[in-house]
Each structure stands twice: as structure tokens, then as C-alpha cells.
């Protein structure tokens, strides 16, 4: 079973603060997301990896830094936390296998930002 | 337009109904994936399809690649249906998420 965890699952910032968000995947997949989840838009991408040391820009990257120093984990930064960035955000793992293609989610951190 | 059009937003069951959601592609996506959020926030996969039809129990999923289309359709609903459905569209190694339908079943 895949299994991606999200720490913390509840966190509130202050304005101007420095968020980071944590995700760690067992599934030794190559690739890891970061989305958001905002009423009326479903989940947006912000930013991707293909792998360790790589980033990629999603489709609404800004105000967002995204680190990935190793397979396993992959980090989302908030280097001056806005209240815009109150959301809910959920962290992803994917790979080709034999199945296709699927993505595999973890359990989300509400981030309330005041 | 968007690239996932879902449909409808809202959904009002009575228990033992049958219904349908819809999401259309503005191109043509590699595969699709159903999720049901729970009342936790937690989404749960469906359905993975990369082509064709899928079921699982009171549940049936359809993918056509070709038309841009895909469908879920949930028979005789029960109470623990309710929740936010969504699909997510697969181009590249990106998925794109429709709006999701909120599902209310009512005794």
C-alpha cells in the first residue's frame, strides 16, 4: 500500500512568518507533488519533482519554494507566509508502473495563515 | 475554457438512487483518476483508468481518451456516498483536477 504522511497536519502562521511543510513517501516513487485546495477550484498544482535535487514550477508557483534533498522527501516553503495562503495542502507521489501511471495522496495540512 | 470541466457542481440523492457525474477534457489526457474526499478532508482514489470501463461494487467508471471524457456513476446511493467527488486528469506526468461534485444522499 502506498503511503505518503504530511507533517504537521494543522499549522497557523502569522504574516510575514516562515512556513515549511513537510512530505515523506515509502513508495520510492520518482516523482512528488505539492497541491492546494481552495473552495470553488479543486487542487491546484504549485510545484513538482522528479526526483532528488530537482524542482519544478507548477501552475500557480508564486509566494512558494519547494525542496527535495532526497527521494523520500520533499518540502514546501512559504518564505513570507500571507493570509492568500490560508489553504488546505496536500502532498503527492507517482511513478510509471505496471498499471499506468497513478498518484497517490497524502492526508493534507490545513495551514491558516492570520 | 478549463482543461477538466466537471459536472454537475451539486448533487441531491435519496438513498437507493442512481446518478451519474461527468468531467470533459478541453484535449486528450494519458488517464484518469476518481477521488471521493471524506468528511476529513481525506481524498480517497476510486478509480484509476487509462482506458475503458472500471467497477467496484455500487460503483463504475468509464474513460474515453479519444471523446475527452470520462464519467462515474454510483448506484443505489447510500448515506456514506455523501462527500466531494473529483476527477483528475493525467498530461505529462501532471494532473489537473476538475472542481469536484459536492454529493449529498438523503435518507
Known amino acids: 500500500e502506498a503511503a505518503v504522511t504530511q507533517s504537521p497536519r494543522n499549522k497557523v502562521a502569522v504574516t510575514g512568518g516562515k512556513v515549511t511543510l513537510s512530505c515523506n513517501q515509502t513508495?520510492?516513487?520518482?516523482?512528488m507533488y505539492w497541491y492546494r485546495q481552495d473552495t470553488g477550484h479543486g487542487l491546484r498544482l504549485i510545484h513538482y519533482s522528479y526526483g532528488a535535487g530537482s524542482t519544478e514550477k507548477g501552475d500557480i508557483p508564486d509566494g512558494y519554494k519547494a525542496s527535495r534533498p532526497s527521494q523520500e522527501n520533499f518540502s514546501l516553503i512559504l518564505e513570507l507566509a500571507t493570509p492568500s495562503q490560508t489553504s488546505v495542502y496536500f502532498c503527492?507521489?507517482?511513478?510509471?508502473?505496471?498499471?499506468?501511471?497513478?498518484?497517490?495522496f497524502g492526508p493534507g495540512t490545513r495551514l491558516t495563515v492570520l | 475554457g478549463m482543461p477538466v470541466e466537471q459536472n454537475p457542481p451539486a448533487l441531491s440523492l435519496y438513498e437507493g438512487a442512481d446518478s451519474g457525474l461527468r468531467c470533459n477534457f478541453s484535449?486528450?489526457?494519458?488517464?484518469v483518476q476518481w477521488f471521493q474526499q471524506n468528511h476529513r478532508g481525506r481524498l480517497i482514489t476510486l478509480f484509476y483508468l487509462a482506458q475503458g470501463t472500471k467497477e467496484n461494487g455500487r460503483l463504475k467508471s468509464t474513460f474515453n481518451s479519444k471523446e475527452r471524457y470520462s464519467t462515474l456513476h454510483i448506484k443505489d446511493a447510500q448515506l456514506e456516498d455523501s462527500g466531494t467527488y473529483f476527477c483528475?486528469?493525467?498530461?505529462?506526468?501532471?494532473?489537473?483536477f476538475g472542481t469536484g461534485t459536492s454529493l449529498l444522499v438523503d435518507p
Open positions: 483528475a486528469a493525467l498530461m505529462g506526468y501532471k494532473l489537473t
Open positions: 484535449t486528450t489526457m494519458k488517464s
Open positions: 513508495n520510492n516513487h520518482n516523482n
Open positions: 503527492a507521489s507517482g511513478d510509471v508502473g505496471t498499471g499506468g501511471y497513478e498518484q497517490y
